[in-house]
T-cell receptor
Framework: DADVTQTPRNRITKTGKRIMLECSQT?????MYWYRQDPGLGLRLIYY???????NKGEISDGYSVSRQAQAKFSLSLESAIPNQTALYFC?????????????FGPGTRLTVL | GEDVEQSLFLSVREGDSSVINCTYT??????LYWYKQEPGAGLQLLTY?????DMKQDQRLTVLLNKKDKHLSLRIADTQTGDSAIYFC?????????FGAGTRLAVHP
């Protein structure tokens, strides 16, 4: 089984709908991250969490919210989806190792907002 | 803020060497990474280099770091069709990674 799983893998929705993307990990890592990938822009950090009680905004958090339900679960919500949130979304995890931060990625969720 | 730049596309012939380049503005990163993304998949860590190193070799992969010029490169020897993917460089600082836009490597016969 994969260490970092994301559900759903693909989702098509309409403008204004609420969407939740889920991420689960079996690596036992404390840190979890949500990124979005747009062509030509690389990955941009949306939110990150260092443990269940610690949630931090990334560089593009507007329009998104997150919930860390447990050490192994980190979900991303779009309260009212808009077309420019169409992107590939990745969840990642890392261990608490201080200054360096090797991250392990899930397979991604392709979201299309019509 | 930090800026990481990569060329977007590279085409090489099977069996040749590929060199993917990355330049950055922030020199405080402790670790510099190369990730590979195959079609329909997430990012896979390929290799990394400590900021106090100049070179690291790992089988067909060679990473070169020029701190003075803030330039990082990944050389893939004997490039194969299975190496076709998008390659991202990323700078690791305290608690975060900054990614480049990715270089799409196309390998042709």
């Amino acid at each position: 089984d994969a260490d970092v799983t994301q559900t759903p893998r693909n989702r098509i929705t309409k403008t204004g709908k609420r969407i939740m993307l889920e991420c689960s990990q079996t690596k036992g890592h404390d840190r979890m991250y949500w990124y979005r990938q747009d062509p030509g822009l690389g990955l941009r950090l949306i939110y990150y969490s260092f443990d269940v009680k610690d949630i931090n905004k990334g560089e593009i958090s507007d329009g998104y919210s997150v919930s860390r339900q447990a050490q192994a679960k980190f979900s991303l919500s779009l309260e009212s989806a808009i077309p420019n949130q169409t992107a590939l979304y990745f969840c990642a995890t890392s261990d608490k190792t201080g200054w360096w931060d090797t991250q392990y990625f899930g397979p991604g969720t392709r979201l299309t907002v019509l | 803020g930090e800026d990481v730049e990569q060329s977007l596309f590279l085409s090489v012939r099977e069996g040749d060497s590929s060199v993917i380049n990355c330049t950055y503005t922030d020199s405080s990163s402790t670790y510099l990474y190369w990730y590979k993304q195959e079609p329909g998949a997430g990012l896979q860590l390929l290799t990394y280099i400590f900021s106090n190193m100049d070179m690291k070799q790992d089988q067909r992969l060679t990473v070169l770091l020029n701190k003075k010029d803030k330039h990082l490169s990944l050389r893939i020897a004997d490039t194969q069709t299975g190496d076709s993917a998008i390659y991202f460089c990323a700078l690791g600082g305290y608690n975060k990674l900054i990614f480049g836009a990715g270089t799409r490597l196309a390998v042709h016969p």
